[in-house]
T-cell receptor, first 113, second 114 residues
Framework: GAGVSQSPSNKVTEKGKDVELRCDPI?????LYWYRQSLGQGLEFLIY????????KSGLPSDRFSAERTGGSVSTLTIQRTQQEDSAVYLC???????????FGSGTRLTVV | AQKITQTQPGMFVQEKEAVTLDCTYD???????LFWYKQPSSGEMIFLIY??????QNATEGRYSLNFQKARKSANLVISASQLGDSAMYFC???????????FGAGTRLTVKP
């Protein structure tokens, strides 16, 4: 696609429920990244994909967080048993090879009530 | 480990004047890249400018320039002729050539006054 697409743009969920966030990167971009941005804060790295593999999962905050990427394209970030502290904007970015400037999506604003 | 420090939580500048946003970094990597992003109130992250650690000249992109001082590990963003539309959060970021992710500073909120 022309840009990085994320869905949903907004998600309100009850505490304890599972959520899935989707990222569709720019066609041909092999590298994909997930970041989390809490209100008024900087970006916190979560996970990186090169193709379908995730060599660096060090940023996932707990084992309730997982991510996968299929076909070297779409990625889903899953948060199980959501907690209120999971409320944030989740940003996805992609790049062609991984070193140049990233292109970010518009993010998914997650609110856990 | 990499660390990016932006010491100015907020900055004000008069329209048409130049402003410098500070960024210092710490890394053990020999080769790395430095980036600046703009985040308007709408939330999207907009890539502005890139500087490679081995680039001898400071990067420039239109009204944006990066004042790169390698020995001091600083990569300040200079915005010339500020416009009202420049009001936004600005993030400095860094990535080592052998690392898989880009790390961001806490950001500086720039407000351009008419």
């Amino acid at each position: 696609g022309a840009g990085v697409s994320q869905s949903p743009s907004n998600k309100v969920t009850e505490k304890g429920k599972d959520v899935e966030l989707r990222c569709d990167p720019i066609s041909g971009h092999t590298a994909l990244y997930w970041y989390r941005q809490s209100l008024g804060q900087g970006l916190e790295f979560l996970i990186y994909f090169q193709g379908n593999s995730a060599p660096d999962k060090s940023g996932l905050p707990s084992d309730r967080f997982s991510a996968e990427r299929t076909g070297g394209s779409v990625s889903t970030l899953t948060i199980q048993r959501t907690q209120q502290e999971d409320s944030a904007v989740y940003l996805c970015a992609s790049s062609f090879r991984g070193f140049e400037g990233y292109t970010f999506g518009s993010g998914t604003r997650l609110t856990v009530v | 480990a990499q660390k990016i420090t932006q010491t100015q939580p907020g900055m004000f500048v008069q329209e048409k004047e130049a402003v410098t946003l500070d960024c210092t970094y710490d890394t053990s990597d020999q080769s790395y890249g430095l980036f600046w992003y703009k985040q308007p109130s709408s939330g999207e992250m907009i890539f502005l400018i890139y500087q490679g650690s081995y680039d001898e000249q400071n990067a420039t992109e239109g009204r944006y320039s990066l004042n790169f001082q390698k020995a001091r590990k600083s990569a300040n963003l200079v915005i010339s002729a500020s416009q009202l539309g420049d009001s936004a959060m600005y993030f400095c970021a860094m990535r080592g050539y052998n690392n898989n992710d880009m790390r961001f500073g806490a950001g500086t909120r720039l407000t351009v006054k008419p």
